[in-house]
C-alpha cells in the first residue's frame, strides 16, 4: 500500500514569490494535516483538513493557506514568500477517529 | 501554553540501553506518540501512549505516567541505524483528531 506522497521534493524560491505544494493522503484517509520543520524549531503546525473542510490552524500568517480536494489529496499554499519560511513541510494523513499520522518525505523549500 | 520538553542531544554505544525522556505541559491530554526521523526523512510512527505504564514493542518500549507529565523512550541493543531523532507529540484533544503538539525532538548518535 502507497504511503502519504508529496511534490515537489525540492524547491527553490525567491522571495516575494508564491509557491504551491501537494500531498497525497494513504488511500483511505480523510484528514490531511501540515507542518512546518525549520532548522532548530521541531515540527510547527500549519493546516489541518478533513473532509474537503478546514478544521483548524496553527499560529501562521494568513498568506499560508490550502485546501483539501474531493479526493483527499491536498494542496498548502504560501504566498509572497520570505525567508524565513524555508523549511521542510511535511504532510501527514490520518484515518477516522484519534489515529496515528503517517508522515510523507517532505518538501524542501528554499527561500533565497 | 504547550510545552515539550526533550534533550537535545544523546550519544550512547552500539549494544547499550538509551532512555529519551519527554515531559509535557499541554492544555488537554489524549496520549503521547513517539516518532523516529533520520536525517533528510520523514518521521516514522513508534509508539502510542494513552494509559500510564510500559508499551512494548521489540526493542522499543515506551512509558508514561499522565499525573506526572512525563514519558520516555527506551532503546535496547541499540544499532547504529538508530542514530536519528527521536520526537515526542501529544495529542491535546479527547474529540477525534486533533493536530499533533511537538517536542523540538532528541538527536542521538549511536557510535562504535
Known amino acids: 500500500e502507497a504511503g502519504v506522497t508529496q511534490s515537489p521534493t525540492h524547491l527553490i524560491k525567491t522571495r516575494g514569490q508564491q509557491v504551491t505544494l501537494r500531498c497525497s493522503p494513504i488511500?483511505?484517509?480523510?484528514?490531511v494535516y501540515w507542518y512546518q520543520q525549520a532548522l532548530g524549531l521541531g515540527l510547527q503546525f500549519l493546516l489541518w483538513?478533513?473532509?474537503?473542510?478546514?478544521?483548524n490552524r496553527g499560529n501562521f500568517p494568513p498568506r499560508f493557506s490550502g485546501r483539501q480536494f474531493p479526493n483527499y489529496s491536498s494542496e498548502l499554499n504560501v504566498n509572497a514568500l520570505e525567508l524565513e519560511d524555508s523549511a521542510l513541510y511535511l504532510c501527514?494523513?490520518?484515518?477516522?477517529?484519534?489515529?496515528?499520522?503517517?508522515f510523507g518525505p517532505g518538501t524542501r523549500l528554499t527561500v533565497l | 501554553g504547550q510545552n515539550i520538553d526533550q534533550p537535545t542531544e544523546m550519544t550512547a554505544t552500539e549494544g547499550a540501553i538509551v532512555q529519551i525522556n519527554c515531559t509535557y505541559q499541554?492544555?488537554?491530554?489524549?496520549?503521547l506518540f513517539w516518532y523516529q526521523q533520520h536525517a533528510g526523512e520523514a518521521p516514522t510512527f513508534l509508539s502510542y501512549?494513552?494509559?500510564?505504564g510500559l508499551e512494548e514493542k521489540g526493542r522499543f518500549s515506551s512509558f508514561l505516567s499522565r499525573s506526572k507529565g512525563y514519558s520516555y523512550l527506551l532503546l535496547k541493543e541499540l544499532q547504529m541505524k538508530d542514530s536519528a531523532s527521536y520526537l515526542c507529540?501529544?495529542?491535546?484533544?479527547?474529540?477525534?483528531?486533533?493536530?499533533?503538539?511537538f517536542g523540538k525532538g532528541t538527536r542521538l548518535s549511536v557510535i562504535a
Open positions: 483538513y478533513d473532509e474537503g473542510e478546514e478544521r
Open positions: 488511500s483511505g484517509h480523510t484528514s
Open positions: 501527514a494523513s490520518s484515518g477516522l477517529g484519534l489515529d496515528t499520522q503517517y
Open positions: 507529540a501529544v495529542v491535546r484533544s479527547n474529540s477525534g483528531n486533533t493536530p499533533l503538539v
Open positions: 499541554t492544555s488537554g491530554f489524549n496520549g
Open positions: 501512549n494513552v494509559l500510564d
